[in-house]
């Protein structure tokens, strides 16, 4: 029997135009889409289906608006037959897709998870002055290398692994010279690339926990449910269920390492997890399952023709 985990993209995945044809193809989308615009007092969805691109980049753009159209993906599902409760074992997000999973396990209601998000946003945006600090991809070099380099790299400045991705691609966060002797220091130790990411913060590292403590006030002025089936966290790697839990692993996030090869390693060998679904833009999670566990099956929907090829996919 298949047991599966749904997961759910984080920034990054966005694109001008996502979601729309579940907009124009199923009720239940729009009805999200309708929800989300209406809690955060903001046309988003005109943003996401229309753009233009720098609009929806701005963190406090694409956090909530890849959570409305993964959690419009989940209920299209549901509408279909496939209901979460029943169809998954769990759920994970990356980064801001903790709030998006949370809100498809019914742990957030939608309007909070985009209210929040936005919180989340645009704190992150502010936490640190534009130019000061930095994050970069670091390629073929495992994660021990990794955190050795940026532990040299500190000198008084702020460098810490932000993502571990998959096997050989890990993200550092921190000040902008920090974040540069990394790179120097990891490609002189082998890395086949260290790139700059075109981020507007440094994100997951230290100098977020201004934003830390705005999603602690935030979070603290919502309800949390126990979601209907465990999240598996990033922070962790292991699942939760607990709101009050969860809220602390949520703002311990902002700061902390998404430590997303672990999460997926413990859902396919502790939680024998045999498929892994991703809800909502692009394919980012499916492609770096591909790498952290290849004998997995890992696959994407999000447009109305991926919702019709999975629900035919069941039936056969």
Not at 5 to 15: K, V
Not at 99 to 105: F, G, K, M, P, V
Not at 143 to 159: I, P, R, S, T
Not at 290 to 301: G, L
Request: one cysteine or more.
């Amino acid at each position: 029997m298949t047991k599966r985990a749904f997961t759910f993209p984080g920034q990054g995945s966005q694109a001008v135009g996502m979601g729309k044809d579940l907009a124009d193809t199923f009720q239940e989308a729009r009805n999200v889409f309708a929800e989300v615009d209406e809690a955060l007092g903001q046309k988003l969805s005109t943003i996401i289906f229309e753009g233009p691109d720098e609009t929806l980049r701005l963190t406090e753009n694409a956090q909530p608006a890849l959570m409305a159209v993964s959690v419009a993906v989940t209920r299209v599902l549901e509408s279909r037959g496939v209901e979460l409760k029943n169809h998954a074992a769990y759920v994970a997000g990356h980064s801001l897709g903790e709030y998006s999973a949370l809100a498809a396990a019914g742990a957030f209601s939608l309007g909070d998870a985009a209210r929040l998000l936005k919180i989340r946003g645009e704190a992150m945006q502010q936490a640190v002055p534009v130019g000061q600090g930095a994050m970069a991809a670091i390629l073929g070099l495992d994660l021990e290398a990794v955190l050795a380099a940026v532990n040299d790299a500190e000198d008084g400045e702020v460098c810490s692994v932000a993502n571990d991705n998959a096997p050989g691609q890990v993200v550092i966060s921190g000040h902008v010279g920090a974040v540069t002797r990394a790179m120097e220091a990891l490609k002189a130790a082998g890395a086949k690339r260290a790139l700059l990411l075109p981020v507007s913060a440094p994100f997951h590292c230290a100098l977020m926990r201004p934003a830390a403590d705005a999603m602690l006030h935030a979070l603290n002025q919502v309800a949390v449910r126990v979601p209907l089936v465990p999240l598996v966290a990033n922070v962790l790697a292991k699942p939760i269920t607990d709101p009050v839990e969860i809220k602390k692993r949520l703002v311990e996030q902002v700061t902390g390492m998404v430590r997303w090869t672990e999460c997926m390693n413990w859902l396919v060998k502790d939680g024998a997890v045999t498929q892994l679904v991703e809800l909502g833009s692009g394919k980012v999670l499916s492609g770096l399952a591909k790498r952290i566990a290849p004998e997995v099956p890992a696959v994407s929907i999000g447009t109305a023709a991926d919702v019709e090829a999975y629900v035919a996919s069941l039936a056969g």
